[in-house]
Each structure stands twice: as C-alpha cells, then as structure tokens.
T-cell receptor, first 113, second 110 residues
Framework: GAGVSQSPRYKVAKRGQDVALRCDPI?????LFWYQQALGQGPEFLTY????????KSGLPSDRFFAERPEGSVSTLKIQRTQQEDSAVYLC???????????FGDGTRLSIL | ELKVEQNPLFLSMQEGKNYTIYCNYS?????LYWYRQDPGKSLESLFV???NGAVKQEGRLMASLDTKARLSTLHITAAVHDLSATYFC??????????WGAGTKLIIKP
C-alpha cells in the first residue's frame, strides 16, 4: 500500500537559494506534520495541518520557513534564502487524526553548501 | 512544557541478552509512543501506550507505561541482530505536538 511519499530524497543547494520540499501523505489522512531532524537527534516539530488548515506553526525556526497544504492533501515546505544551519533531514508524517500514530515518509536530506 | 529524556543514548549488547530502554517525561502526556528508525530510513511506529499500567508486546519487544512515575520502558528480550536500530520515545503535548527523546542507538552483536 502507498505510504507517505517525500520528494526529493536528497537536495543540495547553495546558501541563499530557495528550496521546496514535497510531501504526499497517505490518502485520507487528515493530519499532516513536518519535522526537522538533525544528525543523531530526535525529530523537532515544525508545523501541523488538519486538512488545509495550518493549526500550529510554532516550530518553524524563522520567517524563511513556510508550509502550505492548499487542498488538504499534498503539502510543500519552502525554505527561502537557505542558510547552512538549515541542513538536516526534513520528515513529513500523516495520521488519520491528531492523536493517532503518525506514519512517516523517508525524509528529504537537505544539504546547504 | 513537556520534555522527554531517554537513557541510555547508546547501547551495545550481545545477542541473546535482555535489556531495557528508559523514557522519562516531565509533565502529563496523554499518550506515549515508541518508534524505530534504521539508518537513513523512516520512523516506524512500534507502540502507542494510552493509560497507566499499559503493556504492549510485539515479538521480542515489550513496552510499558507508568503515568504516575512518568516513565515508559522498552524491554528487549533475547536480543537478535535484526533489532539493531535507533529507538525513540515521544510524548504528546497539549498542542498535539509530539515531543521526542534523543533516541537510543542500539547495536546488537552476534
């Protein structure tokens, strides 16, 4: 069965460039989450959607980070004017509801040179 | 503010041995999750623990929850090499956010 799909799997960008990361959740999953995971650490919450509504964006580290889910399915995380400290794995997860176990994609490994 | 601490952060053990990973959390969390992550791979849900005294088992892994002590444990019985991975626990705060421990990297040697 189809799981959470993220693309690209790897992204290398030069400092200052804009990047866009895509997440295709499991069909029918209402809740969608974005996390940032640094090497050797647990995931850090970035933002949460319920359908198309962004209910919580308190984890976004700066106004350079922007996420959207316009039709309540696919979501895009955009990072503008990337910095080296943005280098990390970005994980997307979806669930049937906010309290249900989250199903994770394989992540996008972002490297900023 | 919910904080989650795991220990140990690194564990190397022999096949066939038993061991326990501990997960302490600082404030009330209405549920506790355990996940597994293989290198370069996604996070796989193992257990969701909802109530005090909850115990769940899958194969050689058993998870339990003590809400009074704010402690969850993941017990490994007769470890096998295939269980080598990083194990994370996470609590859920009042804003639906999952707050994660730093992970326990488990290496099981033949």
């Amino acid at each position: 069965g189809a799981g959470v799909s993220q693309s690209p799997r790897y992204k290398v960008a030069k400092r200052g460039q804009d990047v866009a990361l895509r997440c295709d959740p499991i069909s029918g999953h209402v809740s969608l989450f974005w996390y940032q995971q640094a090497l050797g650490q647990g995931p850090e919450f970035l933002t949460y959607f319920q359908n198309e509504a962004q209910l919580d964006k308190s984890g976004l580290p700066s106004d350079r980070f922007f996420a959207e889910r316009p039709e309540g399915s696919v979501s895009t995380l955009k990072i503008q004017r990337t910095q080296q400290e943005d280098s990390a794995v970005y994980l997307c997860a979806s669930s049937l509801a906010g309290y249900q176990p989250q199903h994770f994609g394989d992540g996008t490994r972002l490297s900023i040179l | 503010e919910l904080k989650v601490e795991q220990n140990p952060l690194f564990l190397s053990m022999q096949e066939g041995k038993n061991y326990t990973i501990y997960c302490n959390y600082s404030t009330t969390s209405d549920r506790l999750y355990w996940y597994r992550q293989d290198p370069g791979k996604s996070l796989e849900s193992l257990f969701v623990l909802l109530s005090n005294g909850a115990v769940k088992q899958e194969g050689r892994l058993m998870a339990s929850l003590d809400t009074k002590a704010r402690l969850s444990t993941l017990h490994i019985t007769a470890a096998v090499h295939d269980l080598s991975a990083t194990y994370f626990c996470a609590g859920r705060d009042s804003n639906y956010q999952l707050i994660w421990g730093a992970g326990t990297k488990l290496i099981i040697k033949p």
